[in-house]
């Protein structure tokens, strides 16, 4: 029988905890599958802790596992560490609070057998979001699809079952900001993707501040994007060239023309060529710290799905 590993990030969800339990082994208890859950207390302030230990007694060390941080150490380095020590032929990343229906863990598994490599939910409705927030969001995917070389999809959300070959790829990026929406996208395999309708969570709150999504969203575009640091080479470069132009204009104007020289004109026009001439070469400068960028971040060269070499 396959096995299945479900990594559940948990920050502040001690009513949470059991709920999901429930929720899973509702959803799974006529498929053909051996699961367990990989609970990780992101450092909850809360009695997450013991409401998980108290479940991995009553339900058994093989359903139920946990990895505890010292403290809060984010989403993105929870779902790292479930990854890093999952084991399963499958393994499945879900959040706490059912926002991740449960029901949908048999399609996944399905299209998984079909031979997926991975299979991710995506949400077809944002109904009970701040319409802000959903614009945002939207504004977000156009602009990191349209200047790095990743394709998120629109709704497309983290809850993603994959197998040991895709879990090894997202491991193997070891980047400290990381993004997994993006490093699932850059790591490629054959994706499924299942529509679901949004879910409210069923108890306590969420862990996002509208800050704390605009910082994600910087974050999440700043550690796949360079393309900010390469604005600097065409601004410049206009910029120059614009004075360049208006210089050889003034010059001819001022053959044609008798009476006292003012002289306005040649020290805006130095001044714009020589400021554009500093901002190109900062962009000189940005295209090697770019390139700095990709070597620090030590992201494997490729990464390959299938061979016949041993
Ligand atoms: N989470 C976490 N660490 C954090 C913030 C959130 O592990 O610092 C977990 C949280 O417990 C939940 C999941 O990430 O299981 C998604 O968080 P939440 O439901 O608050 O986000 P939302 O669904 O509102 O986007
Ligand atoms: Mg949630």
Known sequence: MKTLDII???????????????????ALRDVEVEWSIIYVNDGSKDDTLPAVKALADSAGEARVKYLSF???????????????????DYTVLMDADLQHPPALLPQ????????????GARRVTRQGEPKLRSALSRLFYKLINRVTEMQLVQGGSDFRMMTREVVQA??????????????????????KWI?????????????WSFGGLVRYAVSGFFAFATAPLR???WIGMLTAALATVCAVAVFIQALFESGPRTGYATIVLLIMFFGGLIVFLLGVIGEYLARIYAEVKKRPLFIVNDTNIA
Request: hydrophobic share 40%; net charge negative.
């Open 231 to 233: 604005l600097a080479v």
């Open 195 to 207: 529509d679901y309708e949004n879910v409210e969570r069923v108890a306590g709150t969420t862990k």
């Open 8 to 26: 559940v990030p948990c920050y502040n969800e001690a009513e949470c905890v059991e709920a999901f339990y429930h929720g899973v082994e509702e």
């Open 70 to 88: 010292s403290r809060n150490f984010g989403k993105e380095a929870a779902i790292y560490a479930g990854l890093s020590h999952a084991q399963g």
């Open 170 to 191: 997202v491991v193997s990026l070891q980047e400290h900001e990381r993004f997994t929406k993006g490093i699932l996208s850059w790591v490629g395999f054959r994706t």
């Open 108 to 119: 996944m598994l399905a299209a998984m057998e079909e031979g997926y490599d991975c299979c």
